[in-house]
C-alpha cells in the first residue's frame, strides 16, 4: 500500500516569502507528526495531530509556523516569512491505533526546503 | 531530559566485517528505544524497538540492538555489512505516548 507523501519534494523560496508544505499520510492512520531535521542533525518534533486537533505544537519554533489537518487526513505545514535560518528538511510520519505505548511512526521522504 | 547520545558520528567498515553503531540514554524507569535508518532521499525505516519484553532485539535486514541497563546502552549490531547498509543511522527515544528524541546520527559507509 501507499506510504507517507509528501509535496514538493524540494522547495527554492526567497527570504521572506511564505512557503507551505503538503502531507498525506496513510490512509486511515488517526495520528500525524511534523519533524524538523537541519542538516547533520537528527530530526526534531515540532508537532502532533490526532484527527483533526492539534494536540501538541510545543516544538514549533516561532509564531511563523503554523500546522493544520482540517479533515483529519491531509496536513499543511505553513511557514511565513521565511528566514535563512527555516532552511531544513522538514518530515512528515503517521500512525495508526495501537495497543498502549510507543507504535510506529511512518515518515515520509521528507520536503528539503532551502531559503535564500 | 530524556535523551540518546550517539557516540560516532561516522563510522566506516569493510564489506562482509562486522558493524557497530552506539547509543547511550539518559537513565530512566522504562525508556522505549528505537533504530531508524534513512537511506538517501528516502523515509525514515524502522530497524528495530525495545519496549522492555526482551533486551535482545531483532530487527530487520539482520539487525539487532542489545538493551544493556547497567551500562543504559542500546548499541546496534549486525555480524557482516552489505553495501545496501550505507545509510544514516537514528538512535530514537520514546517519551510519553508519542514523543520521539532523535539522536544526532550515525554516517555508516561500507567499502566494497
Known amino acids: 500500500g501507499a506510504g507517507v507523501s509528501q509535496s514538493p519534494r524540494y522547495k527554492v523560496a526567497k527570504r521572506g516569502q511564505d512557503v507551505a508544505l503538503r502531507c498525506d499520510p496513510i490512509s486511515g492512520h488517526v495520528s500525524l507528526f511534523w519533524y524538523q531535521q537541519a542538516l547533520g542533525q537528527g530530526p526534531e518534533f515540532l508537532t502532533y495531530f490526532q484527527n483533526e486537533a492539534q494536540l501538541d505544537k510545543s516544538g514549533l519554533p516561532s509564531d511563523r509556523f503554523f500546522a493544520e489537518r482540517p479533515e483529519g487526513s491531509v496536513s499543511t505545514l505553513k511557514i511565513q516569512r521565511t528566514q535563512q535560518e527555516d532552511s531544513a528538511v522538514y518530515l512528515c510520519?503517521?500512525?495508526?491505533?495501537?495497543?498502549?505505548?510507543?507504535?510506529?511512526?511512518?515518515f515520509g521522504p521528507g520536503t528539503r526546503l532551502t531559503v535564500l | 531530559a530524556q535523551s540518546v547520545t550517539q557516540l560516532d558520528s561516522h563510522v566506516s567498515v569493510s564489506e562482509g566485517t562486522p558493524v557497530l553503531l552506539r547509543c547511550n540514554y539518559s537513565s530512566s524507569y522504562s525508556p522505549s528505544l528505537f533504530w531508524y535508518v534513512q537511506h538517501p532521499n528516502k523515509g525514515l525505516q524502522l530497524l528495530l524497538k525495545?519496549?522492555?519484553?526482551?533486551?535482545l532485539v531483532k530487527g530487520i535486514n539482520g539487525f539487532e540492538a542489545e538493551f544493556k541497563k547497567s551500562e543504559t546502552s542500546f548499541h546496534l549490531t549486525k555480524p557482516s555489512a552489505h553495501m545496501s547498509d550505507a545509510a544514516e543511522y537514528f538512535c530514537v527515544r520514546g517519551a510519553g505516548s508519542y514523543q520521539l528524541t532523535f539522536g544526532k546520527g550515525t554516517k555508516l559507509s561500507v567499502i566494497p
Open positions: 510520519a503517521s500512525r495508526g491505533l495501537g495497543l498502549a505505548g510507543h507504535n510506529e511512526q511512518f
Open positions: 525495545y519496549t522492555s519484553a526482551a533486551t
